[in-house]
């Protein structure tokens, strides 16, 4: 089972990025797929997160990041992204994507068993 986060780099405040996360060697049929996000000497933050089945692609969103981040799947290509328009300063961070199998969504880190190595993500202003 692996997780792989990638996307991050170098944008200007109001600019965009897209993170992507593929994940291999799931069997599981239903689970999460989260991002979450840690600046540095703060804890890790959760920001979005989907529901990964057939007939369920729910998503949610930290009250920080609504409207502003839209989390989608491709289903073919084992893919979560996180596509971030309207960057600030507060979104800098290394972006983590992970797995959760708890059976409902969930902002804890502790409920998640599998996570991708982290990506920078740094927004000048």
């Known amino acids: 089972v692996q997780l792989q986060a990638s996307g991050g780099g170098l944008v200007q405040a109001g600019g965009s990025l897209r993170l992507s996360c593929v994940a291999s060697g799931f069997t599981s049929d239903y689970y999460y797929i989260g991002w979450f996000r840690q600046a540095p000497g703060k804890e890790r933050e959760w920001v979005s997160e989907?529901?990964?089945?057939?007939?369920?692609?729910?998503?949610y969103y930290a009250d920080s990041v609504k409207g502003r981040f839209t989390i989608s799947r491709d289903n073919a290509k084992n893919t979560v992204y996180l596509q971030m328009n309207n960057l600030n300063s507060e979104d800098t961070a290394v972006y983590y994507c992970?797995?959760?199998?708890?059976?409902?969504?969930?902002?804890?880190?502790?409920?998640?068993?599998?996570w991708g190595q982290g990506t920078q993500v740094t927004v000048s202003s």
């Open positions: 992970a797995r959760s199998i708890s059976g409902w969504p969930s902002i804890d880190p502790a409920e998640y068993d599998y």
């Open positions: 989907i529901t990964i089945s057939r007939s369920d692609g729910s998503t």
